[in-house]
């Protein structure tokens, strides 16, 4: 796993890499959830500051390691919880289905942990990394532009991680290991 150090600002202020590490102070802390919060902070999500909590569901359960596809799915389906129901709800996946179908969770990190699990228990690992391939279950049988945004998404991110001086999130289209 890549692992970097982080202080107060750990995006602005990072020291080269070297075979994927950063020292800037004595905290770790995993490149991706710097990647992801900065993600969520350019879009002035409520996901701001979960970083962490995506990437640590991500790795308990076994999800591809560029943990994109659940702030992927975040993005086309409520643009990060920028609706006002979806953070009532701390439903920024749409999960569950729409008006009374859709879950309440009591927080963000219970909705990431139950998605994230559900994910790649019930779907796999596979449709995490081709999200078209999940779009008809997902989202239902007339969503045809769903997973091409999902996908779209998970690649921006991945260049957000590259424009932050970091690797890409997103090695190849396959399943890859740790």
Partial sequence: ?????????????????VKGLATVNSTSID???????????????????????FVEKCNQYNAPYDCTTLPAIAWVETRLCGYSFSHEQR?????????ENRIYFKDY???IDLITN???????PY?????????????????????????FMRY????????????????????YKR
């Fill in 118 to 124: 559900r994910l790649v228990n019930a779907y796999g």
């Fill in 91 to 99: 439903n920024c996946w749409g999960f569950g289905g729409s008006n």
């Fill in 31 to 53: 490149y991706r959830a710097v990647v992801l919060d900065e993600f969520f902070r350019r879009n002035d999500s409520p996901l701001y500051g979960y970083g962490k909590v």
């Fill in 109 to 111: 990190e219970e909705a």
């Fill in 156 to 175: 921006q991110i991945s260049k957000l991680s590259e424009e932050l001086g970091y690797p890409p999130l997103i090695r190849d289209d396959s399943v």
């Fill in 1 to 17: 796993m890549n692992f970097f150090a982080a202080n107060e600002n750990p995006i602005s202020q990072r020291q080269p890499s």
């Fill in 127 to 151: 449709y995490m990394v081709n999200p078209s391939s999940m779009q008809k279950v997902y989202c239902g049988p007339h969503c045809e532009s769903w997973g091409p945004g999902v996908q």
